[in-house]
C-alpha cells in the first residue's frame, strides 16, 4: 500500500484537490464522479500524475450519452433504440445485404465476428462483383509499372501498345 499524496488542481496552482484523499491499494484509484475505487485497467489514458483520467470508464460513457443525447436533441432512450436498429440482425435464416438491398440466406454471406450477427454486411456475389473490378484495375496498374521498369516497348520490334505486351 501506499500513500497518495493530495495534488494542485485548478488554474491557480495553490489550490489542493481531495481526489486521492487516504490510502488506495497499489494498482488501484478512486473515480472523482463515482467515488469507488477501481482497478487502473478501468480508466483511460488521461493527464493525471498517474497518467490515467480521473473519471472510470464507466462514468465518462454515461457523461458521453448525456453530452451527444443533448447536442442531438434527442432522450438517451431515444439513442438506445436507434442503436438497437442500427444492429444487422438475422431473421428467418435471411439477412439483408448492405449493398444490393435485397433478402438473401444467411449462407450468402461470409463470416466475420467483428459483426453482431457473426456475418458480413455484404452478400458474396456483391464482394465478388467489387473483388474483380479492383483486380482488373490493379493488375492494369501494375502491368503499366512493369512494362515500364522494362522500357515501355518490346525489345526485339519495338512494339509499344502496353495491352499487348507481355512479361
Known amino acids: 500500500m501506499s500513500q ?15 481526489r486521492f484523499k487516504g490510502i488506495e491499494k497499489e494498482g488501484e484509484k478512486t473515480c472523482t464522479k463515482c467515488k469507488q475505487s477501481k482497478l487502473l485497467d478501468n480508466y483511460r489514458t488521461g493527464i493525471c500524475l498517474d497518467g490515467k483520467g480521473s473519471w472510470c470508464r464507466e462514468c465518462e460513457n454515461k457523461h458521453m450519452r448525456v453530452k451527444y443525447a443533448r447536442i442531438t ?7 438506445e ?3 438497437n436498429n442500427r444492429l444487422v440482425k438475422v431473421v428467418d435464416g435471411k439477412k439483408k445485404c448492405h ?4 433478402l438473401k440466406l444467411v449462407g450468402s454471406f461470409r463470416k466475420n465476428i ?14 465478388n462483383k467489387y473483388t474483380k473490378a479492383y483486380a482488373v484495375k490493379d493488375t492494369k496498374r501494375v502491368k503499366l509499372i512493369c512494362m515500364m521498369g522494362y522500357g515501355g516497348c518490346c525489345q526485339c520490334c ?10
Not at 436533441?73 to 439513442?79: A, F, H, P, Q, Y
Not at 519495338?158 to 512479361?167: D, K, N, R, W
Request: hydrophobic share 25%; with cysteine.
Open 4 to 18: 497518495i499524496n493530495f495534488v494542485p488542481h485548478g488554474n491557480t496552482g495553490n489550490q489542493y484537490g481531495k
Open 73 to 79: 436533441g434527442r432522450t438517451i432512450k431515444e439513442l
Open 81 to 83: 433504440v436507434d442503436k
Open 99 to 102: 449493398t444490393c438491398k435485397q
Open 114 to 127: 467483428n459483426t453482431g450477427s457473426g456475418l458480413g454486411s455484404n452478400c458474396v456475389s456483391c464482394v
Open 158 to 167: 519495338g512494339y509499344s501498345l502496353i495491352e499487348m505486351l507481355t512479361i
